[in-house]
C-alpha cells in the first residue's frame, strides 16, 4: 500500500540505501527547465550525468543553465553531454539511472521508453518526471524488468529550490525499488518525499489545481484582482493563486485541469473545468508570463494591468476600485506579529460577501484534500507534505488546526460543502498536522 | 575556579533559519513569539511560570528602527503582563550574555524560571546596508565607515595573522566550509540544508565564489539570516519539580556547568599588537575557552564531546580550533586533516552546521549555539546526534574577537 510517512528517513533507511548503487545518471530533455534543474540536483549525490537533448549543443545549453541555476561550476565537473542522434544507446546502456524529462506528451515518452527498453541495462532504473501522465500507461507495453524498474519522481520547479516530490509506483514496479528511491532522494537528495496512487495529477497538482481553477472561474464575475486578494497571502501562501496560474503558464494549467476532470470525476468535477474565457484567450495566443500577461500584465507604457474575463480586455490596475475588505487587514495584521491562530479564527468568523468567497474556497481546499484520502495518497499527512513542501500553501491540517476543528466544520457546512469523515468523526482538540519540523507560521503571509 | 552553583537548561526552540521574515512581510515580535511559544510547548511550561526575560539582539535599531526589545516579549502572551524583561547586546554574542544575565539572577536566587529569547531581523535591508550595520560591532569609525563588507575583511586579517606567525593554506579553511554545509544538510532548521556546496566549489574561485575580503570568499561566510531562538532556564528547586512533572531523572537534564566571558580591545590591530608575544593570536578568547572548563571542573578539550563555535568565517573556526587546544597553536589544518572535527571524530565542531551552515541570526547565534549543545545532550539532535554526547561546549564571539562567551552544557 502507499506510505506517504518519513519511515524511509529513519535508522533502516541504511540497510536500504546499500541495496543498490547510483553513480551515473542520464538525464533525457536536458535542456527544458525540469531535465537541467533535476541534473545539478543529482550532481549532488552522484559522480557522473550526462545531459542528452536533441543536439548536443542544447545539451551544453542545459549545463550552462544548470550551472546558472545552482551558481557553482562544479556542475560542470559531474556532467557530460551528448545527443540522441549519437549518444543515446551508448550512454543509456551504461547508466544507472535513465531520468526522463522530455515534453509532457504521452506518444513522445513512449518512444523514448521503446527505446530505452531495448539498450538498457536489465537492472537499471528507469523515472519519468511527468506532473500527471499516468505511469502505467506510460508502461504499457514495456519489458518486464522495464515496468519493474520503472517509476515516476515528479520534482517540483525549480528543484533546487523545492524539496517536495512525489514517488508514484506502477503496479509493476518492484515495492523494493520504491522504498530505495524513497530513501535514497531523503538521505542524499534531501527530498521531502510523498508516495501517492497513479491517478490523474497525482496528490499534489489534483489539490493545488482545483483551488487554482476554482479561482479562474471566480474571476469571471469578480475579477482576478479581487479574489486574488481574497484567496492571498493572508490564506496560507506566498504567491496569490492567478499570479501562480499565470507563473506555471496558462497551458500547463489547462493540460493538468482537464486531466483531472476527464479521468477523475469526483465532488467537485465542475470546478475542474477550465473556464470557457481562459479557452478563447489561449486561442488568441494568452498563456501567462511567457506571453507577456495572462490575469495580470503591463501596458505599453510598463502601467499594471489586469485582465477583465468578461470583455477579454485589459483594463489600468489603478482604475480599479478596493471594496471594503477590512477583514483581510484585520486579520494580516494578526499575522502580522504572530498572531496566527487569531487570525485564521477572525477569517472563519468574518462575514460579508467577500469574506464568503474566501472562505467558501478555503473550506474547498480543506475539504477536498481530507476527501482524496485513501484515493491520491494513505494519510492527510501525504497531501500536507505536498501541499506544504511542494506548493507552500499552508496545508490542509494546518488550516484545520489553526482555525479549529468546529469553526472548520461550520465553515465547510456554511459553504454547503460535505464535511469529510475525518473531521466530523473526531474530537475537538485532535491535532491534525504531524510534521514537528515545518513551522506553521511559514505560510500565513501578512499582506 | 570553584564549581557554579547549579543552573539547568530544561529546553528550548529556534525557527527555521532558512525563512525570510520581510518576504513573510512579518514584524519581528511574530519571530520572537514562535520561539518562545515553540519552547514552552517543549517544554510543557505555562507563560504563568516564566518569572524573568532576557532578549539578546544587537541592532534591531538599524534593521528594524526599533529599540526597546525586551519590552517586546510581553507582547507574546499576556500572561507576560508586568514581569520584569530586559536586552542584552554584545554584537554577534548578545545571545550568550542575554544567558548570562538569566543564569546570574538564577545563582543569587532572585527568580526560579528565566526565558532567553535571542533575535535578529538581518533581511530587512539589502547587503551592502546590512553590511555597514554589521561595521558597528568593530570600531565603526575606524574600521568599518565607507567600506565594503568590513567584518569579512577583518576575518581575512585574522588569516593573514596566521598566516604570518604559522602558514594557513585556503584548502584548509575550503575543509572547514564544506564540513559545516554537509552538516548544515543534516539540520532540519539550518538555512543552506538545500544549497549547493562541495570542497571543489569552496575551492572554485569564479564569479559564483568571489573573494569579498582578502582571501575569504562567498563560501568562507557565515549567512543572512532571519531567526530566534528561546531557552528556558531555571533553579535547582525548579527543576527537581519540573523532572517530576514531566517524568525525567534531574541527573538528566542538562546544566549550565561552566562559563567563560573576556572582552578584548575593540581595534584588531589593537588585538594582534596585544597578542605579539602569545602563542595565542586571540589569547582572551583562549582565556574564554578555559575558565568555562575550569568551572565545568573539566581539565580541557578532552572532556569536551562537541562544539558549537562561532564560525562568522572559516579563518574564526580555524582559530577555534587551537584556542580550544584541539592542536598546539598554528596547527588547527592538523585536527582538520585528521577528521578530529568532523561530525563521526574525536570533538566534532559545529554538528548543527554552525553561523556557515545553520545560519547566523546574530542577537540568536549564542542562544541557538547552547540549544544545539542542550540537544546533544538531552540525545534530541536527530540526524546530526553526536553519540553519547555529555559535555558540549559553546564559543560565541562578538566583533573581531573582542567579547568572548563560552559555555559547557552537560549533564
Redesign the interface.
Known amino acids: 500500500m502507499l506510505s506517504s510517512t518519513t519511515a524511509a528517513a529513519s535508522g533502516k533507511s541504511s540497510d536500504l540505501l546499500s541495496s543498490r548503487s547510483i553513480k551515473h545518471v542520464v538525464v533525457l530533455g536536458a535542456n527544458g527547465a525540469m531535465g537541467l534543474g533535476s541534473g545539478a540536483l543529482f550532481t549532488t549525490a552522484v559522480p557522473r550525468v550526462t545531459f542528452l537533448a536533441r543536439t548536443k549543443e542544447k545539451a551544453d545549453g542545459g549545463l550552462a543553465a544548470a550551472v546558472k541555476m545552482v551558481r557553482s561550476s562544479t556542475v560542470g565537473s559531474r556532467v557530460d553531454t551528448g545527443s540522441y542522434d549519437d549518444d543515446f544507446d551508448r550512454v543509456v546502456a551504461e547508466a544507472d539511472l535513465i531520468f526522463e524529462a522530455v515534453t509532457e506528451q504521452l506518444d513522445l515518452k513512449q518512444q523514448f521508453f521503446d527505446r530505452i527498453d531495448k539498450v538498457r541495462r536489465p537492472d537499471s532504473i528507469v523515472a519519468t518526471v511527468t506532473s500527471g501522465l499516468s505511469i502505467n500507461q506510460l508502461a504499457e507495453g514495456r519489458s518486464e524488468s522495464f515496468r519493474k524498474n520503472f517509476l515516476g519522481l515528479h520534482f517540483f520547479n525549480p528543484p533546487n529550490v523545492i524539496v517536495g516530490t512525489e514517488l508514484v509506483a506502477g503496479k509493476d514496479t518492484d515495492p523494493k525499488l520504491v522504498d530505495f528511491i524513497d530513501a535514497y532522494c531523503t538521505r542524499l537528495l534531501g527530498r521531502a518525499m510523498v508516495r501517492t496512487a497513479d491517478t490523474a495529477g497525482f496528490a499534489g497538482n489534483r489539490v493545488g489545481f482545483k483551488l487554482l481553477n476554482e479561482c479562474a472561474i471566480l474571476a469571471e464575475e469578480h475579477g482576478p484582482l479581487l479574489i486574488d486578494e481574497l484567496v492571498g497571502p493572508y490564506t496560507g501562501r506566498a504567491l496569490t493563486p492567478l499570479a501562480t496560474v499565470d507563473l506555471v503558464g496558462w497551458d500547463i494549467h489547462r493540460a493538468i485541469v482537464d486531466n483531472i476532470y476527464e479521468l477523475a470525476p469526483d465532488e467537485a468535477h465542475e470546478t475542474l473545468k477550465l473556464p470557457g474565457y481562459m479557452a478563447d484567450l489561449m486561442a488568441k495566443g494568452v498563456l501567462g508570463r511567457k506571453t507577456g500577461g495572462g490575469f495580470f500584465g503591463k501596458d505599453d507604457a510598463g502601467g499594471q494591468i489586469v485582465l477583465d474575463p468578461k470583455t477579454q480586455n485589459y483594463v489600468a490596475k489603478a482604475s480599479i476600485s478596493r471594496p471594503d475588505l477590512s477583514f483581510i487587514d484585520e486579520i494580516s495584521n494578526l499575522h502580522r506579529v504572530g498572531r496566527y491562530v487569531d487570525g485564521m479564527r477572525a477569517f472563519a468568523e468574518a462575514t460579508g460577501p467577500y469574506a464568503a468567497i474566501a472562505q467558501k474556497v478555503i473550506a474547498g481546499y480543506i475539504s477536498y484534500s481530507f476527501n482524496r484520502v485513501g484515493e491520491v495518497t494513505d494519510d492527510i499527512s501525504g497531501i500536507d507534505r505536498i501541499m506544504g513542501y511542494g506548493f507552500n500553501w499552508a496545508p490542509p491540517s494546518v488550516l484545520v488546526d489553526t482555525i479549529g476543528l468546529k469553526r472548520t466544520i461550520q465553515m465547510i457546512e456554511k459553504a454547503g460543502l460535505a464535511v469529510p469523515p475525518a473531521l466530523a468523526n473526531a474530537q475537538e482538540g485532535t491535532t491534525f498536522f504531524d510534521d514537528p519540523q515545518v513551522n506553521v507560521g511559514k505560510f500565513f503571509v501578512a499582506a | 575556579m570553584a564549581q557554579i552553583p547549579e543552573v539547568y537548561v530544561l529546553g528550548g526552540y529556534q ?2 533559519f532558512a ?1 525570510n521574515w520581510s ?5 519581528f ?6 520561539a518562545v511559544l515553540g519552547a514552552l510547548e517543549e517544554t510543557h511550561i505555562e507563560p504563568s511560570e516564566i518569572e524573568v526575560a532576557h532578549t539578546g539582539n544587537f541592532a534591531g535599531e538599524l534593521y528594524s528602527k526599533q529599540g526597546h526589545l525586551g519590552a517586546f516579549f510581553l ?1 507574546i502572551d499576556p500572561a507576560f503582563s508586568g514581569i520584569p524583561t530586559a536586552r542584552h547586546e554584545a554584537a554577534c554574542a548578545s545571545g550568550s550574555i542575554a544567558l548570562l544575565a538569566a543564569a546570574a539572577e538564577i545563582e543569587a536566587h532572585r527568580y526560579d524560571l528565566a526565558c532567553v529569547v535571542g533575535v535578529e531581523q538581518m533581511k530587512t535591508v539589502g547587503p551592502g546596508e546590512g553590511g555597514d550595520f554589521l561595521g558597528t560591532a568593530a570600531w565603526y569609525e575606524l574600521e568599518a565607515k565607507g567600506i565594503e563588507f568590513p567584518f569579512p575583511k577583518l576575518f581575512g586579517k585574522l588569516g593573514d595573522e596566521y598566516d604570518k606567525r604559522y602558514g594557513i593554506k585556503d584548502e584548509h579553511l575550503a575543509e572547514i566550509s564544506t564540513i559545516n554545509y554537509a552538516n548544515g ?1 543534516l539540520n ?2 539550518a538555512q543552506t ?2 544549497w ?3 570542497y ?2 569552496a575551492m ?1 574561485r ?1 564569479e ?2 568571489g573573494s569579498i575580503g582578502g582571501r575569504i570568499h562567498i563560501s568562507d561566510c557565515s549567512q543572512v539570516t532571519d531567526g530566534a531562538a528561546a531557552l528556558l532556564v531555571a533553579s535547582p528547586e525548579y527543576a527537581k519539580k519540573w523532572a517530576e512533572r514531566v517524568g525525567v531523572p534531574l541527573e538528566s537534564i542538562p546544566r549550565i556547568k561552566g562559563w567563560g566571558h573576556n572582552t578584548a580591545r575593540i581595534l584588531f590591530e589593537d588585538k594582534i599588537a596585544e597578542s605579539a608575544n602569545s602563542e595565542y593570536i586571540l589569547p582572551h578568547v583562549r582565556s574564554t575557552v578555559t575558565s568555562a572548563q575550569k568551572r565545568a571542573g573539566i581539565a580541557d578539550t578532552g572532556g569536551i564531546d562537541a562544539i558549537e563555535t562561532h564560525d562568522c568565517f572559516t579563518t574564526s573556526e580555524y582559530m577555534a580550533i587551537d584556542h580550544f587546544a584541539l592542536t598546539a597553536p598554528g596547527e588547527s589544518w592538523k585536527a582538520i586533516e585528521e577528521g578530529v572535527i568532523a561530525l563521526g571524530g574525536s570533538t566534532p565542531i559545529n554538528p548543527s552546521g554552525g553561523l556557515i551552515g545553520a545560519g547566523h541570526p546574530v542577537g540568536a547565534t549564542g542562544v541557538r549555539q547552547v540549544l544545539d549543545c542542550h540537544k546533544q545532550v538531552a540525545g534530541t539532535a536527530g540526524d546530526y546526534q553526536v553519540e553519547g554526547a555529555k559535555n558540549v561546549q559553546t564559543l560565541n564571539i562578538g566583533g573581531s574577537g573582542t567579547t568572548s562567551v563560552s559555555f559547557v552544557i552537560g549533564t
Not at chain 2, 515580535?29 to 514562535?34: F, L
Request: aromatic share 6%; net charge positive; glycine share 0%.
Open positions: 525557527t527555521d525563512r518576504k513573510e512581510k512579518k514584524h515580535v511574530a519571530m520572537m513569539r514562535e507582547e544538510k532540519p532548521n540544508r538545500t549547493y556546496m562541495n571543489d566549489h572554485s569564479d559564483f565564489n
